[in-house]
């Protein structure tokens, strides 16, 4: 089993419905959905470039996913995000727009925000005495050769990479893309997120994903509000 928190809009939230559509998986219920039509991208092409993503499901990640230490609990872990949710004020995004980073497309802020930096540090730092160390095969599989120093420096502090100065938020919806796909899809992804990314975004909750198994499909397990209503409530 390995945990992972993430930002994830409400099971509800039309961005999150969209998502779904177009990963071909909601993260709620772990049931397949219907990709959407989109003109010059078939259905089949759709589901080969979103092959990657649908596993993770449609997320901005804050804590990568880790296995626990031997002596935390599940229950423990629960308590403590809901405790520390609590004490964290929501706050809006800048507006999402669809965007390229390296060789795959997501979400992107479209302007800097320092609330979003300061939260995903703090949820690196506050919940890293609950991830088990990596092991040596874990950290082959990131490619620690491709690493800046200050990326290797994270992954052997924090179990992940991108934290700290490195991190970038972002909400992946392609695995990697040959240049010669990136207008094509970058133009379905518009035609598909576009009409949505007018409204803003918040973030008003802390979500808690769970792999059950190796390869198994990421799942939300449950959603923790922030703010002081929050904090009232499991007081």
Known sequence: MRYAIYFTPSYSDPLTLAAAS???????SGEPVEHPAVRGLGIHEIAFHTALPRRYGFHATLKAPFHLRGDCTEAALLREL???????????????????????????????????????AAVVQQFDGYRAPLSEAEIE?????????SQFSNLNRWGHPYVM????????????????DFD?????LVGHFEPLLAQPVEIANLALFVE??????FLVHSLHPMGRVAARKIA
């Open 22 to 28: 177009w990963l071909g998986r909601s993260i709620y």
């Open 82 to 120: 809901m405790r520390f949710a609590g004490t964290l004020e929501p706050f809006e995004l800048p507006r999402l727009v669809v965007g390229r980073l390296g060789d795959f497309y997501g979400l992107l802020p479209e302007a800097p925000c320092a609330a979003l930096d300061y939260l995903a």
């Open 141 to 149: 599989r990131r490619n620690p050769d491709g690493l800046s120093a």
């Open 165 to 180: 100065d490195e991190f970038r938020f972002h909400m992946t919806l392609t695995g990697p893309l040959l240049a010669r």
């Open 184 to 188: 094509r899809i970058e133009k379905a």
């Open 212 to 217: 059950k198994e190796p390869g198994a499909p």
